[in-house]
Structure formats: C-alpha cells, structure tokens
Nanobody, 121 residues
Framework: QVQLVESGGGLVQAGGSLRLSCAASLRTFSWYTLGWFRQAPGKEREFVAYIRSSGGDYADSVKGRFTISRVNAKNTVYLQMNSLKPEDTAVYYC????????????????WGQGTQVTVSS
C-alpha cells in the first residue's frame, strides 16, 4: 500500500519560514512527478508546486518564495517556504503520479493526509 506522509507544518509569524517534508513508500520514486497542493478553509484545493526529472513549476502566488526539491535516495520531496504570508495558511498536501502533469489534481495517483500551516499576521 502506497503511503505519503507529510510533516513540518506548524504556526509561524508572517515573514517566517517553514520546510515541509513528504516521505513516500513508492518503489520507483524517481519515476514519479511530485506535487504540493494546499487547501484553505472554504476554498478548493489548489496547486502550489510540482517537480519531475525534467524540471518543475510553481503557482504564481508562491514563485520566488517557495522552493520544491526532492531526494530520490530518501524517497522524499520537500517544500521550502520563505517569506510566508497569512494568505499561505492552509492544509498542505503532497501528491505523486506517474503521468501527472503540473497543477492537474486529477492526474495525481496518490495523496498524503496533509499538514497544517498557519501564518499569523
């Protein structure tokens, strides 16, 4: 059974930083596209960032502040979040898909349970 487990969320003041981690029990981890998404209360889940072997991309709202990276040897994907804003408050989810592309939620096969990030003003 595939599991994705996020960690690293918490409460931080505006302007601060957090690093999220997502450990995946995928046998062929390096083959997968990995993504980070978030969902704020009362809003739909939205794309944050993705990474694959050929590169990646970010939502406009986080470009220049967030960095996605992966360590295939550890089956782990990270999201470094700097200059956090109150509007970044949400539950953050990691996702994996063999044929996933960019921000298409439906193209991801596996999802984690989410980790809460709260940014106070």
């Amino acid at each position: 059974q595939v599991q994705l487990v996020e960690s690293g969320g918490g409460l931080v003041q505006a302007g601060g930083s957090l690093r999220l981690s997502c450990a995946a029990s995928l046998r062929t981890f390096s083959w997968y596209t990995l993504g980070w998404f978030r969902q704020a209360p009362g809003k739909e889940r939205e794309f944050v960032a993705y990474i694959r072997s050929s590169g990646g991309d970010y939502a406009d709202s986080v470009k220049g502040r967030f960095t996605i990276s992966r360590v295939n040897a550890k089956n782990t994907v990270y999201l470094q979040m700097n200059s956090l804003k109150p509007e970044d408050t949400a539950v953050y989810y990691c996702a994996a898909g063999l044929t996933a592309y960019s921000g298409s939620l439906k193209s991801y096969d596996y999802w984690g349970q989410g980790t809460q990030v709260t940014v106070s003003s």
